[in-house]
């Protein structure tokens, strides 16, 4: 095992009567130069483990609990299959275990759920919105198109909840709250492919349940899933998200565009800087920008595509760095820091 640049624990002092965490100061993941001149520069964490799961290499405080946002979804959909739930398409597991960007094909894969467990949008918890597409959300707001439940981006995951719910026998009322045998089963399995317990349970954008894990612990737990022998519920995850990437970002996205290119690939984005990846018989990668920004991630995550998991340059070429414009041309880039070479 080699680890680098590991930063102190985080600490935490009480204030007002509740906890505030104080976060150390994190190694530079990604450097900002414009004309040659370091602009600015992105601070985080990241880890990559083994197949097995075992710490191969790390930057900063990977022990500290990080928020996984929906990079969570991927260990997260294991539980819908073990409740009971059996979808009817590898499509539909993907988007149980995506963040789509509400096209056309999404909302309506994410209906087809519901409707073979016999319910309709009005159930979903998740809260309306505008899809994420772009070209999509253009022509509702010329149409004077409303939010819908099903154009957010997690209807996918909530519609998997509600069928694992009915599959289960559980009271699809009330899927959401942490005491909800659904919501109890994510938990312990959150933990279970961690190794580690949960360490805290927020509210998510969505609505639901949000597990606090370490980047280890996430890293782990996605590893698992390509790692899982075949007819596993982690294996049947793995296997659909590969096998359909649209379903699991849509369009132009990262997810999507990355698992395309790259044979066995499993990546998954989560809000505020997360990103997890996985490649069968080489480990798992994870990292977290402490600003939660977003201009760094493809940077930081073929970086260590390419350094810790093999992934040829060639193949990553498109991720490996951001332009930096001035008038109209390019005049800088965004840029992995040399850290992530390991």
């Not at 590991?6 to 004309?35: F, H, I, K, M, N």
């Not at 299959?81 to 094909?105: F, K, N, Q, Y």
């Not at 109890?184 to 597990?211: F, K, M, N, S, T």
């Not at 612990?217 to 294996?235: E, F, I, K, T």
């Amino acid at each position: 095992m080699t680890a680098s640049s590991q930063g102190p624990a985080a600490s935490s002092r009480v204030a007002g009567g509740q906890e505030v965490l104080s976060w150390p100061d994190a190694p530079v993941l990604v450097e900002v130069r414009r004309s040659g001149f370091l602009e600015s520069v992105h601070r985080g964490a990241a880890v990559v483990v083994g197949p097995e799961g075992d710490l191969r290499w790390s930057a900063g405080d990977v022990a500290r609990p990080v928020l996984p946002r929906s990079a969570n979804k991927p260990v997260q959909a294991t539980a819908y299959l073990a409740a009971g739930w059996r979808p009817r398409s590898g499509e539909e597991l993907a988007i149980a275990a995506g963040s789509h960007a509400g096209e056309d094909g999404h909302r309506d894969r994410a209906a087809g759920i519901l409707g073979a467990a016999g319910l309709g949008p009005e159930a979903l918890g998740c809260p309306p919105a505008l899809p994420g597409h772009e070209p999509t959300r253009a022509a509702w707001l010329v149409a004077g198109r409303a939010p819908e439940r099903l154009a957010m981006n997690c209807s996918g995951k909530h519609s998997a909840m509600l069928a694992a719910c009915v599959a289960a026998g559980w009271p699809t009322e009330g899927y959401l709250d942490r005491a909800h045998p659904l919501q109890q089963a994510i938990e312990a399995r959150l933990g279970e492919a961690a190794g580690e317990p949960v360490a805290a349970v927020v509210v998510d954008g969505c609505g639901a349940p949000q597990h606090g894990l370490s980047l280890t612990g996430l890293a782990r737990g996605v590893g698992s899933l390509v790692a899982a022998p075949q007819g596993s519920p982690g294996r049947a995850v793995a296997d659909a998200v590969r096998a359909h990437p649209w379903y699991v970002a849509g369009t132009g996205r990262e997810d999507t565009d990355l698992m395309t290119a790259v044979p066995g690939l499993l990546v998954k984005g989560g809000a505020d800087g997360v990103h997890v990846a996985a490649l069968p018989g080489r480990g798992a990668v994870a990292f977290k920008l402490d600003d939660g920004g977003d201009r760094g991630r493809t940077p930081v995550l073929a970086a260590l595509l390419q350094h810790h998991l093999g992934v040829p340059a060639e193949t990553l070429a498109p991720w490996a760095v951001t332009p930096v414009t001035g008038g109209d041309g390019v005049v800088g880039e965004v840029a992995p820091a040399a850290v992530l070479a390991g």
